[in-house]
């Protein structure tokens, strides 16, 4: 993303020398993407930020999955998969849940009261949303602020752990790239500057807003990483707190984007999904829909029509508001359905011709499109609701 940000101290040229107050040296680190070729920020230690101590496996949340078979579209029910009994001593990040994943992408469920670990996934940058409640977001890079509708954006190897706030347990939806997110391209300049016709800019974008200064000497961070049978992950032992940096700048930090900044796009009749589109990954898309005006034409018909997404499986989490074309499906807040490339999908019987006539949606929904087939993850098996199937039908195999 490149939106340059400076925070805190930092020399006025870049790999030179620079000193505190006594004459010794900090440690400068330049985080970059692609080989070095793509966006990268300078961060400017008190100490190495390579120095560790130990090394040992952690064995990272259950990661396997299962084919979509027989091929269904299928409807899971999130807010089972944590009762009021289990949350209470749950992370934002061990906690997790994995519902849904591919090669490309896997999208996990928590809810949780407990502050993380330090933690660092060094396989793709992560973007959590915040379904309610409210967290701190402590980073490498200092201090977010998360609450009900933002968007946390934590690039690859940013170490950050969450602390949760308030009486309110936190849910939070974290989609993990197997690479980068970034704005659409179709939003930006070839310099990268948000468009006239994109529907944020920078300005709804919050980083860090000073350095996050902690001590401490053998401090453990849990690192996700790659091999080549697959995720694991590694209890690595700093000898020194990985939050020592005094300042840094450049275009690449964890950022905040709330989804009420989210401007839609609206017509006279129905839209097509990539107008909602806010990231794209690897092999997926992340989409929001939002509260809005919706067709305006006097023969439109306002709920989205049947459409067969050929390339991509659709996943759609609803997180607020009244979603009128799945009327009588049993979904609700919490709820994700998942349409497969390879059948249609659509309103459900009724809301077709209901929706004729109506001015506004109030509707909340966060919608990742991946390029390659999606399987189910443990969290996701757990909470499926076996009817919704059938539900356009009005009858299953065993009726």
Not at 62 to 77: E, G, Q, S, V
Not at 167 to 184: C, M
Not at 204 to 232: F, I, M, N
Not at 365 to 376: G, H, I, N, Q, S
Request: hydrophobic content about 35%.
């Amino acid at each position: 993303m490149a939106h340059y940000r400076r925070v805190g101290d930092v020399p006025p040229k870049r790999h030179t020398q620079h000193r505190d107050g006594e004459g010794r040296l900090y440690y400068e680190e330049l985080m970059g993407e692609e080989g070095f070729s793509a966006d990268s920020s300078l961060l400017y230690h008190r100490e190495i930020p390579s120095a560790i101590v130990d090394a040992r496996p952690w064995d990272v949340p259950d990661a396997a999955t299962a084919p979509n078979h027989p091929l269904k579209p299928r409807h899971l029910r999130l807010h089972e998969l944590f009762p009021a009994d289990r949350w209470a001593g749950t992370d934002p990040v061990t906690g997790r849940r994995l519902v849904l994943g591919n090669g490309d992408v896997r999208i996990s469920y928590a809810v949780s009261a407990a502050a993380s670990p330090l933690y660092r996934n060094a396989t793709g940058d992560e973007v959590v949303y915040v379904e309610s409640g409210a967290a701190t977001v402590e980073t490498v890079f200092g201090t977010l602020r998360a609450e009900q509708g933002d968007y946390v954006v934590v690039p690859m190897s940013a170490t950050h752990r969450w602390l949760p706030e308030g009486d309110e347990p936190l849910r939070t939806y974290a989609i993990e790239a197997n690479g980068h997110i970034a704005p659409p391209k179709r939003y930006l300049s070839r310099f990268g500057q948000f468009l006239e016709h994109a529907p944020y800019c920078e300005r709804d974008l919050h980083g860090p807003g000073e350095p996050l200064l902690a001590d401490g000497t053998d401090v453990e961070v849990l690192v996700k990483h790659r091999t080549s049978r697959g995720v694991t992950g590694t209890r690595m032992v700093y000898a020194r707190h990985p939050f020592d940096v005094v300042g840094w700048d450049g275009c690449l930090y964890p950022y905040t984007f709330n989804i009420r900044d989210f401007e839609p796009i609206t017509g006279r009749v129905h839209q097509p999904p990539p107008v909602h589109q806010v990231f794209e990954g690897p092999g997926f898309v992340v989409c929001n829909f939002v509260p809005r005006k919706v067709d305006y034409h006097p023969l439109s018909i306002p709920v989205p029509y049947y459409h067969s997404n050929v390339d991509s499986d659709e996943v759609m989490f609803y997180c607020g508001g009244d979603y009128e074309a799945r009327k009588g499906s049993g979904i609700g807040q919490g709820s994700v359905s998942v349409h497969p490339g390879g059948l249609a999908h659509g309103p459900q019987p009724g809301a077709y011709e209901r929706s004729i006539g109506a001015g506004f949606f109030d509707e909340l929904a966060v919608m990742v499109d991946t390029f390659r087939p999606l399987e189910l993850g443990e969290g996701g098996t757990a909470c499926e609701d076996g009817g919704y199937a059938w539900t356009w039908a009005g009858r299953g195999p065993d009726r």
